[in-house]
Antibody, heavy 116, light 109 residues
Framework: QVQLVESGGGLVKPGESLRLSCAAS????????MTWIRQAPGKGLERVSY????????YYADSVKGRFTVSRDNATNSLYLQMNNLRAEDTAVYYC?????????WGQGTLVTVSS | EIMMTQSPATLSVSPGERATLSCRAS??????LAWYQQKPGQAPRLLIY???TRASAFPARFSGSGSGTEFTLTISSLLSEDVAVYYC???????????FGQGTRLEIK
């Protein structure tokens, strides 16, 4: 069955960096766009970034453009989100999800807390 | 950017009664509309896509309708397990434009 497992979250200070990973299994990873979606505590959902199956097409929300970098390794069925210059407003649960427009499959999420 | 507005913010419904949740788009999105159910501590679950196609994991008491700017999620007979926050989400064909509503919290009365 389809499984998406995020890791890499934690507590960091403003200005620091963090790299999130998403391990995918149960489907042909290299055939699918993948998306990162976040949810601030007690708040709604925000699409952060997506990447095409080949990695050639990438999208970033304006709120993270220039600070976050999405990438993937189709050989290891892995999705990544490199987050630099983190801000307090980046505090959220980060989910990886399969697809790019709406998402049937989601991971369980990993919490990123940015606080001094 | 297309704005999605959900109403009400909180809805209290008695068990067995009908729950009607609304989602309005600031401009027409056709039927490019999805609904998600999110329970506390869990990831969202896709409930409806294409405005009215129900995901297979959900029973027939859940239905979606609407097109253009007005959409409705209906739960025909509420069960306690349906308590959750429900989000609508618009998407376009190439997903460059995609926004979520702010959510409706559904409670048992």
């Amino acid at each position: 069955q389809v499984q998406l497992v995020e890791s890499g979250g934690g507590l960091v200070k403003p200005g620091e960096s963090l790299r999130l990973s998403c391990a995918a299994s149960g489907f042909p990873f290299s055939d699918y766009y993948m998306t990162w979606i976040r949810q601030a505590p007690g708040k709604g959902l925000e699409r952060v970034s997506y990447i095409s199956s080949s990695g050639r097409t990438i999208y970033y929300a304006d709120s993270v453009k220039g600070r976050f970098t999405v990438s993937r390794d189709n050989a290891t069925n892995s999705l990544y989100l490199q987050m630099n210059n983190l801000r307090a407003e980046d505090t959220a649960v980060y989910y990886c999800a399969r697809g790019y427009d709406f998402w049937l499959y989601w991971g369980q999420g990993t919490l990123v807390t940015v606080s001094s | 950017e297309i704005m999605m507005t959900q109403s009400p913010a909180t809805l209290s419904v008695s068990p067995g009664e009908r729950a009607t949740l609304s989602c309005r788009a600031s401009q027409s999105v056709g039927t490019n509309l999805a609904w998600y159910q999110q329970k506390p501590g869990q990831a969202p679950r896709l409930l409806i896509y294409g405005a009215s196609t129900r995901a297979s994991a959900f029973p027939a008491r859940f239905s979606g309708s609407g097109s253009g700017t007005e959409f409705t999620l209906t739960i025909s007979s509420l069960l306690s397990e349906d308590v959750a926050v429900y989000y609508c989400q618009h998407y376009n064909n190439w997903a460059r434009s995609l926004t979520f509503g702010q959510g409706t919290r559904l409670e048992i009365k």
